[in-house]
């Protein structure tokens, strides 16, 4: 079978290698849509703070069952958890699950730009395998995970309804960010970006305003729309640390900034703490997801009013995957871009 690795810094091959034999316990899964996440482009170019496996917001159809599974089909389209916590450790029984020593040791094999994975018996028996209902198609349901990722962020902003809210960033996770910003009863929402067609895509997604920090003073704007306050709460949809110093600014005294851009390692900042300790800010990183998350995604997407289809710009072959990596790197005129296969 076909699956992609990063065969050196920047290098991204198909590789032929053998369907992996599944355990007793197992499942595998045929790959049938995986969406590319800005942090397989950090992967590629090995700046990556996260486990190396590329592609992790995936779907497909079950190829093959353990004897000992239960309660699956040859054949159910499956959206698939590449991580999962172990729901009894001292941080998941405080709701820290990302940060299981567990999580980021559980993965599927090899990855999700292969056209078959194996999904081990932890991931299975945990619940990483969620069915997908038929209104769901393949495409979409790529943006399960990602979604989740997002509703994960915005429930640990404690945003509360008529909260404002300003998105840095307008690529594929700030505009699911708007998106469900104006689901979770947010009131004025600002989308920031310095790319013109992201700013459009914005506004069509629910921002209120949209501004362009190379044209415009974002920080003087928001604070003038806010009566002088900033914004309760300030999402950092991007990886670059300047933007922590510009939501520190753009945020009210009390206020909350979302870090959700994984930064690439070793990034570094220097300012001054006394104004995060002055105005009471709440800096709050949310890095992936759990199935508790997915399964919201799941419900909002089968329901028809998550509308985030129209963030799919381009799709790829998986013959094709280095490509799509860096259709979505450069960002041009790409917003999400999934790889197919089968
Ligand atoms: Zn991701
Ligand atoms: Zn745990």
């Known amino acids: 079978m076909k699956a992609a690795s990063v065969v050196r810094p920047s290098i991204v091959q198909i590789e032929d290698r053998p369907i992996p034999k599944i355990g007793p ?13 800005g942090t397989d482009i950090e992967k590629v170019r090995g700046l990556h703070i996260t486990p190396p496996m590329l592609g992790h917001e995936v779907v497909g159809e079950i ?3 353990g004897e000992q599974v239960k309660g699956f089909e040859v054949g159910e389209r499956v959206f698939v958890h590449h991580h999962v916590p172990c729901y009894v450790c001292h941080y998941c029984r405080r709701g820290d699950y990302t940060v299981c020593n567990s999580f980021v040791q559980t993965t599927i094999e090899p990855c999700g730009f292969a056209e078959y994975f194996r999904v081990p018996r932890t991931n299975v028996e945990r619940g990483a395998i969620l069915k997908l209902p038929s209104n769901i198609s393949y495409e979409e349901g790529a943006l399960i995970e990602p979604t989740a990722c997002c509703i994960r962020g915005l429930s640990k902003s404690r945003i509360r309804p008529g909260d404002d809210f300003v998105v840095i960033g307008c690529g594929p996770m700030g505009l699911t960010h708007i998106r469900l910003l104006t689901i979770f009863g947010a009131g004025r929402i600002f989308g920031t970006d310095v790319v ?14 949209v501004l362009n920090p190379r044209s415009e003073d974002v920080v003087e704007q928001v604070r003038e729309q806010t009566s002088g306050r900033g914004a309760d709460g300030v999402i950092v949809s991007v990886g670059a640390p300047e933007a922590i110093l510009q939501a520190i600014d753009l945020v009210r005294k009390g206020g909350m900034v979302v870090l959700f851009g994984a930064p690439s390692r070793g990034a570094m900042l220097s300012y001054d703490v006394s104004k995060i300790f002055l105005k009471e800010i709440s800096l709050i990183p949310s890095y992936s997801t759990s199935e ?3 399964n919201v995604a799941l419900e909002l997407m089968a329901s028809g009013r998550l509308g985030l289809s129209s963030i799919i710009t381009h799709t790829f ?9 860096r259709c979505a790197a450069e960002a ?3 917003l999400k871009v999934i790889v197919k296969s089968g």
Do not use: H, Q
């Open 25 to 37: 316990s197992d499942v595998l899964v045929k790959m049938r849509a995986c969406g590319v996440c």
């Open 63 to 65: 190829a093959e069952i």
């Open 196 to 209: 013109g067609f992201r700013l459009e895509a914005a506004k069509k997604l629910g921002a209120s305003a």
């Open 292 to 294: 508790l998350e997915t």
């Open 317 to 325: 072959r998986l013959e094709d995957t280095a490509e799509a990596i």
């Open 332 to 334: 041009k005129a790409s």
